[in-house]
């Protein structure tokens, strides 16, 4: 209600109102942020979770598990790698079924709420790998899912697909060696992939609700034989210049512009020896003002300042080639970063100078670490490809929590979501909880 000093005897009618619509559309607002703040902690738009960098945040996660006492598991009928996202109380992933691509929805109990094929599949060479390894990712409203096969899809939340198309038959067969493993990600407007091989390699972008193509920039390096190839997933960093794509492969770390693809700088080469088989499969990781770059099959870790107005000759902060990771992404906390090398050494660095603050080796087994480590409620979780999880505490110096085992094999990285744990095997996918 307004006041008026000049004539106190009057209280404006029209104030009260105006006074009741603010009051009304300020409530409205507390409770949309509300809510919105409510859905973020239960969704995780990407493979990397809901910060893109594998760090879940708070809360409160199951620490012990085994395979007899999952809250469920559910079989998919076909083979993936991919990880899955959640959103709008949806599990979604994708899995080859019957020579189809699919993109498959799950509710939270793990009953099956649709499929839709996508094309048809090409199956994956390596015994690790599938026609479906590339994880979807999602805005809040569609759902965007891309296979080795080159389709591109944005499909809504109940599995309507709203527009389609294939890269290769648009922009040219792919030359990998082996398997797709890039992700696609998302810019304000568009949905980037990333197309690093021998031969053309590109950065393009789509409409998010068209997938009429918006931009192309070439990525092409000179570098020796399959170091050409890179299955990483670019990461998104906030500059003054605005967004930029972070893109790691062929030898270097590049930066382009999210808005429109300019190219504004390079740093590397990460392969001083001009190795022939450097191809690259851990992703980069933003971390504070440093983007982390694991390379050269685990041989090399790189942290390279992204932020505007540093010489390209200043931009490497420094460099580690006694530490490393060849498939696992490293995860972020804080000022920290820890590494999983493939072999299960966890080693946890300082962003910012790459100093060691302390490392362990896990247990030495034939399997192999694949899927990338994720933080969650204070711990960090560790999937080996035997579907062993080894979950360790968030502190300055080593210590194992507990050691879980699941009768499955996987590649694929485990899911921290709303005090659960979601982990995906090439055939099945699991739910864990607390009791």
Known sequence: MFFNTRDSDFISISGCRSVAVIFSTLVLALFTWLDVSARAESESLHWRGPNANGNVGKGVFPTKWSEGNVLWKVDLNGRGGSTPIVVANQIVLTAGIEGKNNLLAFDLAGKELWKTALGEERP????????SNSSPISDGQHVYAYFKSGDLACCDLKGKVIWQRNLQTDLGEDTLWWDLGTSPVLTDDCVVVAVMQTGPSFLVAFDKKTGEQKWLTKREMDVNSESNQAYTTPVIAETKEGK????LGADYVTAHLASDGKYLWKVGSFNPTNHQYFR????PVVVGETVICPYARGANLSGVQY?????????LAWQRTDIGSDVPTPVCAGERAYICGDKGEITCIEASTGKTLWTHSLPKNRNAFSASPVLAGGNLYCLREDGLTFVIRDADQFELVSENQLDTNTVSTPVAIDGKILIRSFDALYCVANP
């Open 124 to 131: 994956g060479k390596h015994k690790k790998a599938s026609g």
């Open 280 to 283: 690259s499969i851990a992703s």
């Open 307 to 315: 932020g505007s107005g540093i010489a390209d000759d200043k931009r």
């Open 244 to 247: 930029i794509l972070l893109t």
